[in-house]
């Protein structure tokens, strides 16, 4: 049986029917080498408070679900490990979310920001199924790929200083998924994309901290979307003025 190391575990409580404010309470978790962060908090969960509330699914860092701040650092649970961390361990909600409970955080802000984007694949007309499948060499793949990997995780929006001061900011992730279907090459609504992104509080609002992507556990690089969006959207304004909308730019 491999040797348990007991750490402190200091985890923001929120109920909102009886707490004014969140406050903090402290665990003593005996944890196995071999733990991550979820698995002490399911074990305060299991073993020791059963009314802690936190969010988590696959433990595989696919799902995106189980986000929270880790001694002040936007962390996938489910991925940092005990070990590398002090004896004191301290756990929080991701900020810039309003709490919902605990640990939990409201996430329906940020899926209005996502549809805002338009986050599909958008066509003048649909192809004749008859006519068979789009087809995309490896490089139009490329194009876009990197900025599909985003899980939703909502790391990104926890390290970024201009939601901070900015909550009506689109945000990183809702950025790089629209930028990801405007350079798609089966795509044609860029342009649509574009006058949104010409829009108040969306990628000019961007300081190009770069926080959100060196939080990102999927390389993503949303900072790099953002930066793309604006260059395209300013390309897409500047070819307005010479071109007719209505007509092929």
Not at 125 to 140: H, I
């Amino acid at each position: 049986m491999a040797e348990t190391l007991v750490k402190k575990f200091v985890v923001t409580r929120f109920d909102p029917d009886k707490d004014e404010a969140p406050r903090t309470e402290s665990y003593e978790v005996p944890c196995h080498p071999d733990w991550k962060v979820l698995d002490a908090l399911n074990h305060i969960k299991d073993e020791i408070d059963g009314s802690l509330a936190h969010r988590w699914s696959c433990r595989m860092s696919v799902c995106g679900s189980c986000g929270m701040n880790v001694n002040g650092q936007p962390t996938l649970t489910c991925k940092k490990a005990v070990s590398d961390l002090p004896d004191t361990v301290e756990v929080t909600p991701l900020a810039n979310f309003p709490v919902v409970r605990d640990l939990v955080v409201e996430l329906d802000g940020f899926m209005e920001k996502l549809k805002s984007v338009k986050p599909w694949i958008i066509r003048a007309k649909e192809k004749a199924v008859e006519e068979g499948p789009m087809r995309q060499s490896q490089a139009e793949l490329e194009e876009f790929k990197q900025f599909s990997m985003c899980i939703n995780c909502m790391l990104c929006y926890a390290a970024c200083p201009v939601v901070a001061n900015e909550p009506e900011f689109l945000g990183p992730a809702a950025i790089a998924l629209g930028h990801r279907y405007s350079v798609d090459s089966r795509d044609e609504g860029a342009a649509e994309r574009n006058e949104i992104f010409r829009g108040e509080g969306t990628v000019f609002a961007c300081s190009y901290a770069n926080e959100c992507s060196e939080v990102c556990p999927k390389h993503v690089d949303p900072a790099a979307a953002v930066n793309q969006a604006k260059f395209n959207a300013v390309i897409d304004w500047a070819a307005g003025l010479v071109l007719p909308r209505g007509g092929k730019e």
